[in-house]
């Protein structure tokens, strides 16, 4: 049921599971439908997939062609036991914790951003098999690069500034954007043109914002490496806490919070902060594996299985 509610508004898995894994075995494909109770009538989504990869998109039964249109309708953010891996894991980790937040902010950034990954895509591919034509791809590259390294600064520089009113005294954190991407196109085109006979011999592209990395640094040290299992653990919950005032603050439609089974982890401090923030929440879906040791105000429960 989070999955479904996060597709609707990421329109992809939070899980990182790709779509065709979601719909269900002997299906050719899933729909799922959403309600939101609208200012003056309820509004009504529906997204469908095909095992092919065909996605349709429907808001009160009129079919949207641009995604960035559907998922300004409905906003969430989600709280996984995966979020670890924003401050533990990889450099793509951080930087798909900061696409989902500015695309839920900034639909123009999704947009543009699916632009820049499908010219990267096709680039990489002609630099393998058909290198004379790498260069037809450069200029949506260079267009589309200094604006997703602008944002991914500013709301780098967004997140460190609420991380630290939540952390208060416990400690100093920092995050240190660092890319290669230059502020404007023309420089960037350049930067392209110059690396050319190198990622002509690796075959790939070796500048832009595919490798861009979030440095995390906690009391003077790099989180990713230095970071103790409770450092990692309090710098995610915060990260993620920080992502929902900026969505909840910037936006105009309903923001949902879908916390999967992390609050038995967190001690009575971090509880407290986690249940005050989210409280801001149009509607919270909370997971249990055992029965919690707080309760909520107008509580509706399901219990699955028979303990």
């Known amino acids: 049921m989070l999955e479904s509610i996060g597709f609707t508004s990421l329109l992809r898995s939070f899980r990182g599971a790709p779509p065709r894994e979601m ?4 299906a050719r494909e899933f729909t799922i439908c959403t309600e939101l109770k609208g200012k003056y009538a309820p509004e009504k989504l529906l997204v469908s997939e095909t095992l092919s990869g065909k996605r ?8 949207v062609r641009r995604s960035s249109d559907f998922i300004r309708e409905f906003h969430c953010v989600i709280f996984a036991p995966e979020d670890r891996e924003i401050t533990a894991g990889t450099s793509g980790c951080r930087r798909r914790f900061f696409d989902i937040l500015i695309s839920e902010t900034e639909p123009e950034y999704l947009l543009r951003l699916s632009r820049y990954n499908r010219a990267l895509n096709q680039r990489n591919r ?12 450069e200029e949506e590259l260079a267009e589309q690069a200094p604006f997703i390294a602008a944002k991914r600064r500013f709301y780098g520089e967004e997140i460190e500034s609420r991380v630290c009113e939540l952390l208060g005294n416990r400690g100093d954190f920092k995050i240190v954007y660092r890319s290669d991407t230059p502020d404007n196109p023309v420089a960037h085109r350049e930067l392209l043109v110059a690396k050319r006979d190198n990622e002509l011999r690796r075959q790939c592209t070796l500048c832009g914002p595919q490798l861009d990395e979030f440095d995390m640094i906690f009391n003077g040290k790099v989180l990713r490496t230095y970071g103790s299992t409770g450092q990692l653990r309090l710098i995610s919950l915060l990260l993620k806490l920080a992502e929902f005032q900026i969505v909840r603050k910037q936006s105009s439609a309903p923001v949902a919070v879908l916390a999967d089974d992390v609050t038995g982890e967190l001690d009575d401090r971090n509880l407290e902060l986690f249940l005050q923030t989210v409280a801001g929440a149009d509607q919270c879906f909370f997971t249990f594996a055992e029965t919690p040791r707080f309760t909520l105000d107008d509580l509706q429960v399901i219990n699955v299985g028979n303990d």
Request: zero cysteines.
């Open 56 to 63: 349709k998109l429907f808001i009160n039964n009129e079919a």
């Open 126 to 137: 002609a630099l393998k098999f058909a290198p004379a034509t790498a260069e037809a791809f």
């Open 23 to 26: 719909i269900r075995i002997g």
